[in-house]
């Protein structure tokens, strides 16, 4: 006797089955096939709100590098260093520079600085295809005199002018994330998540007293490539760090390597005593005429 088709589910799947005396290895083999070729179920996304005009891709000329359209190397975002001031941009040198670790060398910053002659932006989502021209670094007056290596010397503040109107600036937390605490990268990536994901969610390994963090991405295939310079959010959605890169394995006798993506950045609590002094008097340096 034939089966006839039976478009139940649960129990109801069962009793159909059991009424008409047909094998019910045959229809699992059909389920399980079934099963195969549906779609698949979207991770949802938890993460904090991020909204077009926050997250943005930085093009640097810098020395003898130069503005290519084509190569995005790093990611900026529009932030109010402190509340009710104009916004500015914060973005990474080490990119630029095409260079894999950040710039933490007092003189080798200063360099970097001196050598920028254009910036220029566009949005990370594709909110808006226009690429915008920034006109000028803010420099600060430093709130650490010593020469020792720190990792906010890699971050240059830049600026928005009139590009200030058409920003949605995120915020800085003052509070230092602890380990086990989630942090959030927020950009777009190239591989590994989808583009419309705004953060990949992360849970922080280690704290460093210089405010360099360490943390693991929930997404082992996540790509970090152009993600140096994003903002680290709370759930709240403030900036509690920024994003520098991966971290350098040790390698050292009787390590083993660990698996899963890693990240490393500075805490935002470091970048606002490093820039506790506020801007410089007469400390803003053209990058070149628009």
């Known amino acids: 006797m034939l089966c006839p088709t039976v478009r139940l589910s649960g129990a109801g799947l069962l009793l159909a089955l059991g009424l008409v005396g047909c094998s019910s290895e045959s229809d699992s083999g059909d389920s399980a096939k079934q099963l195969a070729n549906s779609p698949a179920v979207a991770d949802p996304y938890l993460g904090p709100a991020v909204r077009d005009f926050q997250i943005w891709r930085p093009y640097v000329a810098v020395n003898d590098y130069q503005i290519d359209p084509d190569r995005i190397h790093a990611t900026a975002f529009a932030v109010h260093l402190v509340p009710g001031d104009d916004p500015v941009m914060i973005m990474p040198l080490h990119p630029?520079?095409?260079?894999?670790?950040?710039?933490v060398n007092r003189d080798a910053a200063e360099a970097a600085r001196s050598g920028v002659t254009k910036i220029m932006v566009s949005e990370a989502f594709g909110a808006a295809d226009a690429m915008r021209q920034l006109r000028q670094i803010i420099e600060f007056?430093?709130?650490?005199?010593?020469?020792?290596?720190?990792?906010?010397r890699d971050l240059v503040a830049v600026s928005a002018g009139a590009l200030a109107r058409g920003l949605r600036p995120l915020q800085f937390a003052t509070a230092t994330p602890h380990v086990g605490d989630t942090v959030w990268m927020a950009t777009a990536v190239y591989a590994g998540a989808s583009p419309s994901r705004v953060a990949h969610q992360a849970t922080v390994t280690q704290v460093d007293g210089d405010g360099r963090i360490e943390y693991r991405f929930a997404n082992s295939r996540l790509s970090l490539q152009a993600t140096a310079g994003a903002p680290l959010l709370d759930d709240a959605g403030h900036v509690v760090g920024v994003h520098l890169g991966e971290p350098v394995e040790d390698g050292g006798a009787g390590d083993e390597p660990q698996s899963g993506v890693f990240g490393f950045g500075v805490s935002a609590a470091e970048v606002l005593r490093a820039w506790g002094g506020g801007p410089a008097t007469g400390g803003q340096g053209e990058t070149g005429a628009e």
């Open 96 to 103: 630029a520079l095409q260079q894999p670790d950040p710039v």
């Open 141 to 152: 007056e430093d709130a650490d005199e010593s020469d020792g290596d720190r990792w906010t």
